[in-house]
């Protein structure tokens, strides 16, 4: 049996936050994940976009949190190591019938806290936006709107977590959650990493976090009376090249019409555009795949409020999967009957930009439960994470004559060091899977979407793992890149 003070299930952006914020504290926590990798769920198709929070309902968790968590991501972002920007965003109108809804989203956004928001004229717009619809009347600016890499962001509050000393159990799959008195029994399946093998292993906890992303209605209905639906809604997106990452320097949304919410484009954090993304409501809590009618939607000139969008700049499309709540707003807290069963659950948009905030709400009530004594000896930093194409001439230089890993370029299109692979490899929660090196360096994310570099990944994960070449696996068991060898050759030695 493996007794915890707090067991969390989940390891993306909501969970890994969590855990971080309880590393504050002196308690013996653990995050289960069915998955490989920290963020392999719902968090890794995410836009990267931190919100200002003017979109909100006020009064909602998601209005609160949302401004909260946008408003803690510049010090989180230096504390962490990772790349953060505050390059604002806007909403578009794009026809006079949109203009007295943007002063509807104006006032709201003031009445949600969201600082320095302002009503631009089309002139304005299209000054600080060139490539902005030609059919623009005026557009809602939010300087406070930015863009980080949610890959980075999850990972290193997941390591950091780690570095305080909470446990992570990955490949472990919970199936039941029953209640013992004050401590609650889960019964799950924890995979090898390599090769078929598993085995049942139990836990108790005085305290579980349901942070499970499109299941956390599963947990939630194994305690609750009163019962959760998540519905998973897709959206499917494209990413663009870098060379088109200068078409906006801002996250542009199109004001919604009775035709919808429309496209949103932005540049990402590593200098691409991102295209997207659709909704669609899904029964498959597993069906990330893309479609012709989704990307036919994304692709629609008018869709956006952005022109001549550069789509033939097109790498890569993906979809991912919102858990979409029947309530209307963020479900986060104690479940009733159940004590310190609590709650983290239907998080989507702006869940990303929240999480900081809800990690902090889900520790303070587990505080007040347990009454934890404080870590003094907490450490809210990393060593931050080295991204050559970053750094200057001068810098590249001293690294590489430091260590000429550095120098040695694995992805040609990314500009991706055998340096940062080898780093992302041995730190703590390191990556284990070729997407794990993907999204924490950006290697396999370029124009040629890893068909040169690829091979050359798989031997350095090979070697650093110490397994076969055969077992490296594009995201965990069955997703193995090499199925038998074709032919060998006999090496004569003298």
């Known amino acids: 049996m493996n007794n915890y003070d707090v067991i969390i299930i989940g390891a993306g952006v909501t969970g890994s ?22 963020g392999e769920g719902t968090s890794k198709a995410n836009s990267g976009i931190v919100h200002a929070g003017f979109d909100a309902t006020p009064g909602t968790l998601k209005a609160k949190l949302n401004v909260q968590g946008s408003e803690m991501m510049p010090e989180l972002a230096k504390d962490l190591g990772i790349p953060f920007m505050r390059n604002g965003s806007m909403v578009v109108a794009l ?82 959650i029953t209640r013992l008195g004050d401590v609650y029994c889960i019964d799950a399946i924890r ?33 609750a009376k009163d019962k959760l639906t998540i519905t998973p809604r897709k959206g499917e997106y494209c990413l663009l090249d870098v060379t088109a ?33 659709t909704a669609t409501d899904l029964d498959d809590k597993e069906g990330t795949f893309t479609t012709r009618e989704g990307l036919d939607t994304v692709n629609t000139p008018g869709a956006s409020a952005v022109k001549d969008l550069p789509m033939h700049e097109v790498i890569t499309s993906f979809a991912g999967l919102r858990p979409h709540g029947d309530r209307g707003d963020f479900v986060i807290g104690e479940i009733n009957g159940c004590p310190n069963f609590i709650d983290a659950a239907a998080i989507e948009s702006p869940g990303l930009t929240a999480s900081p905030a809800i990690g902090v709400m889900v520790a303070d009530l587990i505080r007040e439960h347990l009454q934890p004594e404080k870590n003094d000896d907490f450490i809210p930093t990393l060593k931050p994470f080295t991204y050559m194409k970053f750094l200057s001439p001068e810098e590249q230089k001293a690294l590489i004559e430091k260590d000429s890993t550095y120098g040695n370029i694995i992805c040609r299109c990314a500009s991706v060091s055998e340096g940062e692979i080898l780093e992302t490899i041995r730190r703590p929660l390191g990556a284990r899977t070729l997407d794990g090196v993907k999204r924490r360096t950006g290697a396999n994310m370029g124009r040629c979407q890893g068909g040169f570099c690829y091979p050359k990944v798989m031997e350095i994960l090979s070697r650093e793992l110490g397994v076969g070449i055969d077992q490296i696996t594009k995201k965990g068991r069955g997703s193995e890149i090499l199925t038998g060898v074709i032919k060998e050759t006999e090496v004569e030695h003298d």
């Open 95 to 176: 026809s006079d019938e949109d203009i007295p809804h943007m002063h509807k989203l104006y006032e709201r956004g003031l009445e949600n806290g969201v600082k320095d928001l302002r009503i631009l004229s089309a002139e304005e717009a299209r000054e600080m936006e060139p490539n902005l619809s030609d059919d623009t009347k005026a557009a809602l600016f939010a300087p406070t709107g930015g863009i980080i890499c949610p890959f980075r962001l999850t990972s290193a509050m997941a390591e950091n977590a780690f570095i305080n000393h909470v446990e992570f159990h990955l490949l472990t799959e919970v199936t039941n």
């Open 191 to 223: 995979h090898e990493e390599f090769g078929d093998g598993k085995e049942n292993v139990k836990y108790e906890a005085k305290c579980v976090v349901n942070a499970a992303g499109v299941y956390a209605d599963k947990f939630h209905n194994m305690m």
């Open 245 to 277: 990452g200068n078409h906006v320097g801002r996250t542009i949304f199109r004001m919604p019409s009775a035709l919808g919410k429309g496209i949103l484009v932005s540049p990402t954090i590593h200098g691409n555009l991102l295209v997207g993304p």
């Open 17 to 38: 936050a969590i855990a971080r914020e309880l590393s504050r504290y002196k308690l013996k926590t653990v995050v289960l994940d069915r998955n490989s990798d920290i």
